[in-house]
């Protein structure tokens, strides 16, 4: 009837890193510690034209048009790729 010395081992390495792992608790940092308190920070913002905002909510759409495109086309690509490997292996 072998394997003591396997169950002794695998017992005491559990308990090693288990005291492992107290220890560290107990020396963590928090980013609280290491940074101080944090403080609110206030931005601040250019005032942009009327002709500027336009001229970014263009862009946006135009950019929102182009990431559906690639999402749809990647969907169909998908799809057809797996109903030719179903129609592969339905044979």
């Given at each position: 009837?072998?394997?003591?010395?396997?169950?002794?081992?695998?017992?005491?390495?559990?308990?090693n890193?288990?005291?492992?792992?107290?220890s560290q608790?107990?020396?963590?940092?928090?980013?609280?510690?290491?940074?101080?308190?944090?403080?609110?920070?206030?931005?601040?913002?250019?005032?942009?034209?009327?002709?500027?905002?336009?001229?970014?909510?263009?862009?946006?759409?135009?950019y929102n048009?182009?990431?559906?495109?690639?999402?749809?086309?990647?969907?169909?690509?998908?799809?057809?790729?797996?109903?030719?490997?179903?129609?592969?292996?339905?044979?």
């Amino acid at each position: 009837m072998g394997g003591g010395g396997f169950a002794q081992h695998a017992k005491n390495v559990t308990e090693n890193n288990r005291a492992l792992l107290r220890s560290q608790r107990r020396n963590r940092k928090t980013n609280r510690d290491v940074y101080g308190k944090s403080s609110v920070t206030e931005l601040q913002f250019k005032k942009s034209t009327k002709d500027d905002i336009i001229k970014v909510r263009a862009q946006m759409r135009l950019y929102n048009k182009k990431l559906k495109r690639k999402g749809w086309i990647a969907f169909g690509i998908t799809i057809f790729l797996l109903l030719v490997l179903w129609w592969l292996f339905s044979q």
